[in-house]
């Protein structure tokens, strides 16, 4: 069964309020088993605009993640954050098909210094994004990257969410800056430059 994720982008607009949303939210995102992958976290902004606070957090399945959300427990912490901070938060399913790196590793990097992508992005050239989409197969190959999040069902909770979301995990910071800099993956991104609009960064892992 595919995994769920929430991923949030925000500015804290308030520190010292912000902190009630912390101290609440971490025992109700345990209590439904979740994990964080990325809780803050040193970044670059690849493409597009970010914000200055960066989370996702991993769930055993979409409908754990939405219930988690829903739940008084987090609902109760959500209060805090709501007026503390601006900014999104996604919930959305994982992904569970054919990985480009599947030849040469078994699974996503896990562990001590992890690094993402976490990618938002709104197509309007769907048959020139197919050929991103092949093209970028070589670069992610390349560099051991594996897919968490590739597009899938998604629901906005709050603010605004782009069409297609992607989750890319990779040994470490240094690997995905480099895929993303190679010149295998800027050839694959001349297609998508042409094909649709998003917002990227990379990420060091919780």
Same mark, same amino acid.
């Given at each position: 069964m595919a995994k769920g994720y929430w991923i949030s982008r925000l500015d804290v607009t308030d520190a010292e309020g912000y902190k009630p949303y912390i101290d609440a939210a971490e025992p109700a995102v345990a209590a439904f088993g979740g994990r964080f992958l990325v809780r803050g976290g040193a970044f670059e902004t690849l493409e597009g605009t970010s914000r200055a606070r960066n989370v996702v957090v991993e769930f055993k399945d979409y409908d754990t993640a939405l219930a988690c959300f829903h /739940?008084?427990?987090? +609902? *109760? !912490?959500?209060?805090?954050?709501? *007026? /503390? /901070? +601006?900014?999104?938060?996604? &919930? &959305?399913?994982?992904?569970?098909? !054919?990985?480009?790196?599947?030849?040469? &590793?078994?699974?996503?990097?896990e562990g001590a210094g992890v690094a993402y992508w976490v990618m938002r992005i709104d197509v309007h050239d769907p048959e020139t994004y197919k050929s991103y989409i092949a093209a970028d197969a070589v670069a992610i190959e390349a560099y051991r990257g594996w897919f968490l999040v590739r597009g899938g069902r998604h629901e906005a909770v709050h603010g605004e969410a782009r069409s297609r979301n992607v989750l890319l995990a990779f040994k470490d910071y240094e690997t995905a800056l480099a895929c993303y800099r190679s010149p295998e993956y800027q050839e694959a991104f001349g297609f998508r430059a042409r094909a649709a609009v998003a917002e990227a960064i990379a990420i060091r892992g919780a």
């Open positions: /739940s008084p427990a987090y +609902q *109760a !912490a959500y209060v805090h954050r709501v *007026a /503390s /901070s +601006q900014g999104e938060h996604l &919930i &959305i399913e994982g992904y569970e098909g !054919a990985q480009p790196a599947a030849g040469v &590793i078994e699974g996503p990097a």
